[in-house]
């Protein structure tokens, strides 16, 4: 599976902004999707995912402000964010894997997103 995330951008806090991250492949539907970032000195954190049955899962921090969806037909996976904060500031990745196995196997390239005060 290879990914390849877009969107990314400056935008002034409190604006939005959607990411997309396109997946080759034809089993799409059967992958966990999940976004991760990383802010610059930080450790790389869990944002959110959609499995393969449905379910979606958010850092709690996050809810609310962040949706995640999929779009199966398009083999993308989608991250709207709203109401961005500067601290939101991060490379964010987009990850696969199959829905049996705990760990991500498959990452893009990363898209950065700036919040500007």
């Known amino acids: 599976v290879q990914l390849q995330a877009s969107g990314g951008g400056l935008v002034q806090a409190g604006g939005s902004l959607r990411l997309s991250c396109a997946a080759s492949g034809r089993t799409f539907s059967t992958y966990d999707m999940g976004w991760f970032r990383q802010a610059p000195g930080r450790e790389r954190e869990f944002v959110a995912a959609?499995?393969?049955?449905?379910?979606?899962n958010y850092t709690d921090s996050l809810k609310g402000r962040f949706t995640i969806s999929r779009d199966n037909a398009k083999n993308t996976v989608y991250l709207q964010m709203n109401s961005l904060k500067p601290e939101d500031t991060a490379v964010y990745y987009c990850?696969?894997?199959?829905?049996?196995?705990?760990?991500?196997?498959?990452w893009g390239q990363g898209t950065l997103v700036t919040v500007s005060s």
């Open positions: 959609f499995r393969w049955n449905g379910a979606t």
């Open positions: 990850a696969a894997k199959i829905g049996s196995r705990r760990v991500y196997e498959y």
